[in-house]
């Protein structure tokens, strides 16, 4: 008799459809209900798991409960959790996102380390009775695959004896997600909200592709091809397929080829995922939405970089092609979602940049290693670190913003995690007034994963006391051509667990932060467009 052992979750939803993913315990049939109707879909199998994705048609206006059965036999919803609803979603109202969220047990002793689930605080608010938001949207590691809880060590340790601590293959994977998500009220927060997903480093492991030289150091580690082939198949399953539209994924001839295999499709899936790694180009992992008059593209700046030395790039050109294609006016609001923050304190920007020089050989071979080290060591990997990319996307940003590419967005608003604090920063070309902003970053994180006080204290030091003195002398001195783009970080930074919520209304919009404790509520709130 086949079980649900995760979700259902409720990912791609528009006024005319709503995915339902789960994964079951055995192969069967599932069926979602709603409204009357009834939609179902045969699980596919990899690596002797087994999924559906289950498409329901929804109407374009009213909400609904929705069931789930397997075989026949009703499995949600499930006693003590209130009924699972769909809703069809076709303007954007409040978009809450947030990353960075350590899966570990919710009892005091992890809180002390962990602090509180800030994700699990807004599901029991959202239980009480809050309004739920139009989407939520987790800007990468979903999943710590480099640095598991000791409850997910012992499972790695009942299974083999050799190898690291860390996540190894798609057994261990398919683990980790299922302790990340189901969770009683986390569950149920996935499955009553759409969600979109996009990776970054700790989805793989720390620094994935940081440089040319961090891959080829990776590559001579023995556990390493297994470690990535598992990780990015487990997210082509667990959070790729959910971002898609059903369209999309019917036209994915990855999906089509394991849905139609005889058996598992672990082979189709491994040789996906291993070209995926080995020619970025292959893939694509990130996508566009327009819903109502907003625009949200989610930007995978971690698979898609170019690496080479003197030619880096955040996204190599295939993707940065296709990224002009969607970044456009004629939309109220445009949203970008980055993993990586675009905008960095300015101290710690120059730092990057001159560190990029310095690793691609501005002081000489010798430096250059030595900067390289400097790279992986400092995590010096944002879009700062790949300066033409910047100087690029900033080109990019302005002619939007300035209505050169159809009409001006009311606000371009980038959004991201990763840095372990959250804050607010206002953009514009040199000679923009920010105070009259149209392009802002966003920045949340994390959702539970708390720096120490000695390292929020390093943070503060290094990113806006030293590195802004020394960043601008350390820029000079490997010439590297003057900032077109300016921006200043107008509030924040916070350093709680958080999760942030952009609020769209016409042309209307406001960024709120939410923190956990003492009470959840709102810790900050500004204005970006009237």
Request: proline share 7%; with cysteine; charged share 25%.
């Amino acid at each position: 008799m086949p079980d649900l052992l995760v979700g259902p979750m409720l990912r791609h939803v528009d006024g005319t459809s709503a995915s339902i993913w789960v994964e079951t315990s055995e192969p069967c049939e599932v069926a979602v209900g709603l409204g009357g109707e009834r939609a179902t879909e045969p699980t596919f199998t990899v690596h002797g798991h087994h999924y559906a994705i289950v498409d329901v048609d929804v109407d374009g206006e009213d909400a609904g409960d929705y069931t789930v059965e397997l075989d026949g036999r009703p499995v949600w919803p499930i006693e003590g959790l209130p009924p699972s609803r769909v809703r069809p979603l076709t303007e954007l109202g409040r978009v809450v996102f947030g990353s960075c969220r350590t899966s570990v047990p919710h009892d005091e002793a992890y809180e002390k380390v962990h602090g509180p689930d800030v994700l699990r605080e807004y599901g029991l608010r959202l239980m009480a009775g809050e309004d739920p938001p139009s989407l939520l949207l987790f800007l990468g590691d979903q999943v710590y695959a480099d640095e598991p809880s000791p409850e997910m060590i012992d499972f790695i340790r009942a299974r083999r004896q050799d190898g690291p601590d860390e996540i190894v293959d798609f057994e261990e994977y398919a683990e980790l997600y299922r302790r990340a998500w189901t969770e009683p009220v986390v569950r149920w927060v996935l499955s009553t909200v759409p969600t979109a997903m996009i990776f970054d480093d700790h989805d793989v492991r720390d620094d994935w592709n940081t440089s040319a030289a961090w891959r080829s150091q990776m590559a001579e580690v023995p556990w390493w091809p297994s470690r990535v082939v598992a990780g990015l198949g487990a997210y082509w399953v667990y959070q790729h397929l959910g971002n898609l539209s059903p369209s999309e994924r019917k036209a994915d001839p990855t999906f089509e080829a394991i849905r139609a295999a005889d058996g598992d499709g672990a082979a189709i899936l491994d040789a996906f995922a291993k070209r995926a790694d080995e020619e970025p180009p292959s893939t694509r992992w990130s996508y566009a939405r327009d819903v109502g008059r907003t625009r949200l593209i989610m930007l995978d700046t971690r698979c898609a970089r170019n690496l080479e030395p003197g030619r880096r790039r955040m996204v190599d050109d295939e993707e940065w092609s296709w990224f002009t294609g969607q970044a456009t006016g004629d939309v109220d609001h445009l949203l970008v979602g980055s993993s990586v923050p675009v905008f960095l304190p300015s101290g710690i920007f120059d730092v990057e940049s001159w560190n990029e020089a310095l690793a691609d050989g501005a002081w000489g071979r010798r430096a250059a290693n030595w900067g390289e080290k400097v790279r992986q060591g400092l995590d010096l990997e944002h879009w700062g670190a790949f300066r033409r990319s910047f100087d690029d996307l900033g080109r990019l940003l302005v002619d939007v913003a300035a209505g050169r590419r159809g009409r001006a967005p009311a606000t371009i608003v980038l959004l991201s995690g990763d840095v372990h604090y959250s804050y607010l920063a206002a953009a514009g070309p040199a000679s923009a007034d920010l105070d009259a902003a149209r392009i802002y970053q966003a920045v949340c994180s994390p959702i539970r994963n708390p720096l120490s006080r000695t390292l929020r204290l390093a943070n503060v030091v290094a990113s806006f006391g030293v590195a802004g003195l020394a960043g601008s002398v350390l820029a000079r001195m490997v010439r590297l051509p003057r900032r077109s783009f300016r921006w200043k970080i107008t509030d924040g930074p916070w350093f709680p667990n958080a999760l942030a919520a952009l609020d769209l209304d016409g042309r209307s919009a406001v960024v709120r932060w939410y923190a956990a404790r003492p009470a959840f509520g709102e810790t900050a709130r500004v204005q970006l467009a009237p």
